[in-house]
């Protein structure tokens, strides 16, 4: 079984890119080589988008997953479209970029975040402009103003972001990396992909993010919820 290349691991910028088609499903989902897509996980939905055919047909593809065994992707478009479909057809992919780009504004603002709020987390997800982190915090007392202001002067700062790969053993021999306790690395590979926020933070992620903390722009903490004795949800919002 031939494996989706997931170009978006190497270019989360990459809007656009040529594939072939390796199967169709009968639930309505495309199987490709190669993908600029996200597939959803981690918090983090999958990319939506379209599908272009030689013939300059455009079919809009609603969602973005991982097959059942996580090697291949299903690009989803619907029973009657992919009817229309030829395994070996070669098609273009488009991204819908704005809504991406938000959701790495505010992947790359969660990960600021969990510096902000030192503690485990037991949660998350990624929305289009806006993003919770759920905290184990033994005490209450956060002020969202307080928060806003340290999370800006993080975003400020306009740090790079990189990311690179270590081994499962590495990461193993290192468990103070991983700072979600309900979401983990992505296995499977023997090897994890770090994503760094220079001189701030550092841990395992398989997501998209922006390139420099900049990027983000103002962000702000909308609200803090109890969602129990020790757990807090704290939600924020890119302000454009």
């Known amino acids: 079984m031939t494996a989706t290349a ?6 989360a910028y990459a809007r656009s890119c040529t594939a072939r088609i390796l199967a169709v499903t009968p639930e309505g989902g495309v199987v490709l080589d190669r993908t600029v897509f996200y597939t959803q996980g981690g918090g983090q939905p999958g990319d ?3 599908l272009v055919r030689s013939d300059g047909e455009r079919i809009e593809i609603a969602n973005t997953v991982y097959g059942p065994d996580r090697s291949q992707v299903l690009h989803l478009v619907g029973a009657e479209a992919v009817a229309r479909l030829t395994p070996g ?33 037991t949660g998350g997800a990624i929305s289009d402009g806006d993003g919770r982190l759920d905290f184990d915090i033994p005490d209450a007392g956060l002020d969202k103003a307080e928060l806003t202001d340290k999370l800006n002067a993080l975003i400020a700062r ?8 270590i ?5 193993d021999a290192n468990p103070g990396l991983v700072k979600t306790m309900s979401v983990q690395p992505p ?3 023997g090897r994890v992909r770090l994503v760094e926020i220079e001189g701030i933070d550092l ?9 420099r903390t900049g990027e983000i722009g103002r962000a702000t903490i909308t609200d803090i919820e109890k969602k129990g004795k020790q757990n807090r949800r704290v ?3 890119l302000v454009d």
């Open 158 to 165: 306009d740090a790079p972001v990189t990311d690179r790969w």
């Open 235 to 237: 939600r924020l919002s």
């Open 6 to 11: 997931l170009l978006f691991r190497d270019d």
């Open 187 to 189: 296995r499977g590979s």
């Open 48 to 50: 939506v988008g379209a």
């Open 167 to 171: 081994t499962d053993e590495e990461l």
């Open 203 to 211: 841990q395992p992620c398989g997501g998209t993010h922006v390139r």
């Open 89 to 121: 057809e070669s098609v273009e992919l488009q991204l819908d970029w704005e809504r991406r780009f938000k959701r790495m504004r505010v992947h790359t603002a969660l990960h600021l975040l969990s510096v902000v709020l030192p503690y485990p987390v």
